[in-house]
């Protein structure tokens, strides 16, 4: 059964009129820390792309995406962009004054570019909270038809994307900027439901646009932001850039098979791309990129950062973790979603929800996870969803400890095997009571050398 791809529209929505003015090609490459967290909000996860110039994007916090297709998936990702992605400094790579620069470039006949999407892939709003994703971008300065082709994108999928890669736009996506053939324009779409047509009316999606506020989205940094808003009945999607408010998607839109589809897995991965021609793009201007097309133009990301906000009725037991930042510990932290790690691997998994899961874990392996906020109130249990089908009687511990691979562990459980190592199980322990912030690590014990257990997701509780 073939399905159309992800992000490819015909854009039958749009109506623009383009004052096809070339701006001065000026380099700004000013950097601005992640804002601070706002009262009453949590910061779940930031990147501000501090490090050395040339080098790449953090590998604890990105996968960079290489080649013209996910192994399995749809040709030119889907979309009949032209561009090799890949991972040469010259597509990819810190400026050293704090942006990241993500650059197409043209080789004889052949564009590349990059694209990297986040290790994590559950970013997704409590009960009762708001989740903010939020990135300061400066889009490729160029205009006219020198940029037509270029299409500059920040947006998130799915997480049961991963692994399939057949299963869009049912399992949603969130477009909180896109741009094309350098237009002074941002548009924000959200895509869902079955293609074409549906609900969102695929494969154009439910979209809007307007003109960047002030400065032309080319010539400076804007701040673009969405919302998932589940602290109101019905919920509620919406787009801002700099602040101001330009589309609003009603969970009453949908049907409640097409809403849950799209919001009732684990959550999300964010993408940063700048693609080179496609359906975009040409839907407005026929085929692109054109010989008139310069290469070389950078989109520059300051920062992107994801705060959930406290307000709301969270789910019983769950306190309000304190403003300052730290991954909420109560929520589900994706295994693969490790700052470090010692002797396993990641693949793709069956369980619900899809995405990855750790796997090859035997005696010795650990994973680390940095910054992990137990808030005020002490967290008592430690769960996580785990599988095996170790052979040979082979068990093993899995055990927590804080801040430190020697310090004793404040909780374990022993696992067997569960009937396959896709034969998944969440196992609870009891930990001694944790607050505050922390580093964690979970290691694996076994008194033999096979690997005895998969990794899916940890989490804590009460």
Same mark, same amino acid.
């Given at each position: ?9 015909? @854009? ?7 004052? $096809? ?7 700004? &490459? ?30 604890? *916090? ?13 040709? +030119? ?13 010259? *597509? ?6 704090? +942006? ?100 969102? +009316?695929?494969?154009?999606? @439910? ?25 109101? &009945? ?34 999300? !991965?964010? @993408?940063? +791309? ?5 359906? !975009? ?97 002490? $967290? ?63 290691? !694996? ?13 940890? &989490?804590?509780?009460?």
């Amino acid at each position: 059964m073939s399905h159309p791809p992800t992000r490819k529209r015909s @854009l039958g929505w749009i109506s623009i009129v383009v004052a $096809a003015l070339l701006l001065p090609m000026v380099a700004i &490459t000013a950097h601005a820390a992640v804002p601070p967290t706002p009262s009453g909000w949590s910061l779940v996860w930031s990147d501000d792309f501090t490090g050395g110039a040339g080098s790449l994007p953090s590998s604890a *916090n990105w996968i960079v995406d290489t080649g013209h297709a996910y192994p399995g998936g749809p040709a +030119n990702w889907g979309t009949g962009e032209v561009q090799n992605y890949t991972a040469s400094p010259s *597509n990819l790579s810190l400026d050293g004054g704090g +942006n990241l620069r993500i650059t197409p470039v043209k080789n004889g006949t052949e564009w590349t570019s990059a694209r990297i999407e986040t290790r994590r892939s559950d970013f997704k709003p409590a009960d009762g909270r708001v989740l903010r994703i939020e990135g300061r971008i400066q889009m490729p300065n160029v205009t006219g038809s020198a940029a037509l082709g270029y299409w500059p994108a920040f947006w998130a999928l799915g997480a049961p994307y991963r692994g399939s890669y057949w299963n869009w736009p049912g399992i949603g996506e969130f477009d909180i900027m896109e741009n094309v053939n350098g237009i002074n324009s941002v548009w924000g779409v959200l895509h869902c439901g079955v293609s074409p047509g549906g609900p969102c +009316n695929e494969t154009t999606g @439910l979209g809007a646009s307007r003109a960047c506020p002030g400065s032309s989205c080319q010539s400076a940094f804007h701040t673009y932001r969405f919302e998932w808003d589940r602290a109101v &009945t019905p919920n509620q999607l919406r787009w801002y850039v700099d602040g101001q408010q330009f589309h609003s998607v009603s969970q009453a839109q949908f049907d409640a098979g097409t809403w849950n589809a799209m919001t009732g897995h684990q959550g999300y !991965f964010l @993408l940063l +791309n700048v693609a080179m021609g496609g359906a !975009f793009p040409n839907a407005l201007a026929g085929q692109t990129p054109t010989a008139a097309t310069v290469s070389g133009r950078p989109m520059l990301v300051d920062y992107v950062a994801v705060w959930q906000s406290g307000s709301g009725t969270p789910p019983t037991g769950t306190p309000t973790p304190p403003p300052g930042g730290g991954v909420d510990a109560r929520s589900t932290i994706q295994a693969e979603r490790y700052q470090a790690q010692s002797g396993t691997a990641v693949e793709t998994t069956t369980d619900t929800g899809g995405g990855q899961n750790v796997s090859q874990i035997g005696n010795g392996n650990w994973l680390r996870f940095d910054g992990v906020n137990f808030g005020t109130a002490a $967290a008592t249990q430690f769960k996580a969803r785990v599988a095996s089908g170790a052979a040979g009687g082979a068990s093993g511990l899995v055990q927590v400890r804080l801040d430190s691979l020697t310090a004793a562990p404040i909780g374990d459980f022993a696992l067997g095997n569960t009937g396959g190592w896709q034969s998944w199980r969440t196992v609870p322990a009891n930990i001694a009571g944790v607050t505050g912030t922390h580093t964690v690590y979970v290691t !694996f014990t076994s008194g033999q050398p096979a690997d005895f257990v998969n990794l899916n997701w940890i &989490t804590f509780g009460n």
